[in-house]
């Protein structure tokens, strides 16, 4: 495992620097854990309206609309790898660990999940994952639960209207590649991982 401050995150996106602590105030103080798996919240307006929030927006998405929301849980599997037309932020409110991997890394549309890698995030730092990096719901460190902020484009992981022609293409950007194993993949979710189930224990 890595830390996000190493030459080998580079590829994957960038550590944010700034006060952070008003986000990671108001997910511990206003957002739920749930007993198991994950909730995941796509927008929450309090929570976009926030300074911290506001900077971000302006930083990363150059005032462009943005929706604040997030993932919080106790994932400790990879399950399924996700990327957007557009960066994705997140700010850790306690430690976590990302799994990502590259765009480059998919072979005839299939990603071998030994290609990924896990980064340690802290509590309270920031990354802003480059547009089409892999990476899925965080997951648990040395086994206490998670809450992360998830900042995107306006209308990510909306339900789709209508169904797409590529297969890969879960909700309103948001393309999808899931391990045969995965809860995704046993709704009809593209199947486009093989190798191990990886877990972070």
């Not at 072979?107 to 899925?136: N, T, W």
């Not at 998670?146 to 890969?168: E, H, I, Q, S, W």
Request: charged residues 25%.
């Amino acid at each position: 495992m890595q830390t996000i401050n190493t030459s080998e995150f580079a590829p994957y996106g960038e550590v944010l620097e700034g006060d952070f602590s008003p986000i990671v105030d108001y997910l511990n103080e206003r957002t739920p854990i749930p007993e198991s798996g994950n909730i995941y919240v796509r927008d929450e307006e309090p929570f976009r309206l926030l300074d911290a929030s506001k900077s971000i927006q302006e930083s990363v998405f150059g005032l462009g609309e943005m929706e604040a929301g997030y993932c919080n849980g106790n994932n400790t599997k990879l399950n399924c790898m996700e990327f957007h037309a557009c960066p994705e932020v997140d700010v850790a409110a306690n430690d976590l660990v990302l799994l990502l991997a590259l765009p480059s890394d998919i072979e005839d549309g299939i990603l071998d999940s030994s290609k990924c890698k896990a980064f340690l995030v802290k509590k309270g730092q920031a990354v802003a994952l480059r547009p089409y990096v892999l990476h899925f719901s965080p997951c648990k460190y040395e086994g206490k639960p998670f809450r992360c902020a998830v900042y995107l484009a306006m209308g990510t992981n909306r339900d789709l209207t209508c169904k797409p022609r590529d297969p890969m293409l879960w909700k309103e950007n948001k393309w999808l590649l899931a391990h045969p194993e995965s809860k995704q993949a046993s709704l009809g979710a593209y199947i486009g991982i093989k190798g191990k189930n990886i877990e972070v224990l």
